[in-house]
């Protein structure tokens, strides 16, 4: 007798469950995202990932370190907190065609040349495919074993022969159990990957890594619903018309989630950018008004950026566009209302755009006073001074807030030569303890003092 089939409808965008089919998901609030799963085909007994243990009590346990292995590309080390754990699942997000694949063959190419041996299974491309990029990353020698599969029991079976130090599985959507009748990519059938091979990298030490495809929008089908599944999940992003990538961790069971690493996609594979900051102040216009550097923070780590401003007067009576291309749009809006107010000027006729430089993405309110004073000099036509680097939250009254981290933002500019900080005073008062020196800290407490001070 067949134990009864039990089907679910789950949401795709959440994990949501439902017995019947709804039209939009309570839970997340997406249309349409529910599709019929026929769970399991029998009940199959609770088996748990790691073998039954007893209680022990808490000082008998002896701490131990984890064994790593060292990445030759410092940059990926410092985002895993130091190297990737022997027998780690790893989950690597990111668009299509940002670079996990590329990232993923440069690794397995390195360890390969170190004398590990690899496995990398791909579910999307062809061998031969994979060949072309591995000629481009000079792949040349090791044990760097590929297999195009699809067949996640396969895949198990494989891994457990060939016994590799590195598994690397692309993508857990393109990967099906044969135990489940849903189709690859749908939340049971990537859930079922990733336990499997968790338990495939705990039970052998096989440090893997799951590919998954998220889009621009959210985290469609799947890789959201696994992280809580893994040990470290790292999320590789950029514009694709931009040459840079910047791959950062969002959970880490072995380290801090604070770190983070900047590439370049060049025509020979990703390239590790040491000094960020320098990368994307490169062809920044000197002595042009509208350009303003700021110092913000990536992570943990501070880096300097260039935000641009542009105002021109609105053609054709039409409504005043408003553009920011890089940070908050409602930010950059509140902050135009703040000067519109502070200064007394109406910006009714006018179209405003603000711009990270470079593509770079931020995202915190330190780079408010930036935008402030990259659409102030651009208004007046008078350019910022060359060497000077600001930061600072701006209030709804026009005063200018203290930020967190400031003397690395500081160090930061210093390190590249600026000469002035115009800062929060807030900020300078705290800082009266530490030895700062060759830079000029110019404390400003509200928007028209920040002003004066510079134009
Ligand atoms: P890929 O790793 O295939 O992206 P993903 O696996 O995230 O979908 O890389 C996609 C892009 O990278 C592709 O447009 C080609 C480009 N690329 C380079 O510019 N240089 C290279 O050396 C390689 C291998 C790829
Ligand atoms: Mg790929």
Known sequence: MTVKEKSLFICQNCGFHSAKWLGRCPSCGEWNSFIEEILEKENRPFEPSFPVQE???????????????????????????????????????????????????????????????????????????IKIRGDRLAIKEGELYLLAETNLERILQLAERLKPRVLVIDSVQTIYSGKLTSSPGTISQVREVANEVFRLAKKNQIASFLVGHITKEGNLAGPKSLEHMVDVVLLFEGERDHAHRVLRALKNRFGSVAELAVFEMTSMGLKAIP?????????????????????????????????????????????????????????????????????????????????????????????????????????????????????????????????????????????????????????????ESEEISNIRLLGVSNLREAINIIF
């Open 55 to 129: 209680p022990v009590l808490y000082q008998e346990i002896k701490e131990t370190r984890k064994p790593r292995l060292h990445l030759p590309m410092e940059e990926v080390n410092k985002v895993l907190g130091g190297g990737l754990v022997v027998g780690s699942l790893v989950l690597i997000g990111g668009e299509p065609g940002i670079g996990k694949s590329t990232l993923l063959l440069q690794i397995s190419r390195d360890l390969a040349l170190k004398g590990e041996r690899i496995l990398y299974v791909s579910g999307e491309e062809s061998l031969e495919q």
């Open 275 to 431: 000094n960020p900051s320098e990368f994307f102040l490169k062809e920044r216009p000197i002595g042009e008004p509208g350009s303003v550097v700021v110092a913000t923070i990536k992570g943990s780590r501070p880096m300097l950026a260039e935000i641009q401003a542009l105002v021109s007067p609105t053609l054709f009576s039409g409504n005043p566009r408003r553009m920011a291309v890089g940070l908050d749009h409602y930010r950059s809006a509140m902050i135009l209302a703040i000067l519109e107010k502070r200064l007394g000027r109406s910006f009714a006729g006018d179209d405003i755009y603000v711009n990270v430089a470079g593509g770079l993405n931020i995202d915190e309110p330190a780079a408010d006073l930036g935008i402030a004073l990259a659409v102030i000099s651009c208004l007046k036509n008078k350019a910022m001074p060359p060497k000077a680097v600001v930061f600072g939250e701006i209030g709804l009254s026009g005063e200018i807030r203290s930020v967190a981290q400031p003397l690395s933002r500081i160090k930061e500019a210093q390190s590249l030569g600026f000469e002035t900080i115009i800062l929060p005073r807030g900020n300078v008062s705290s800082l």
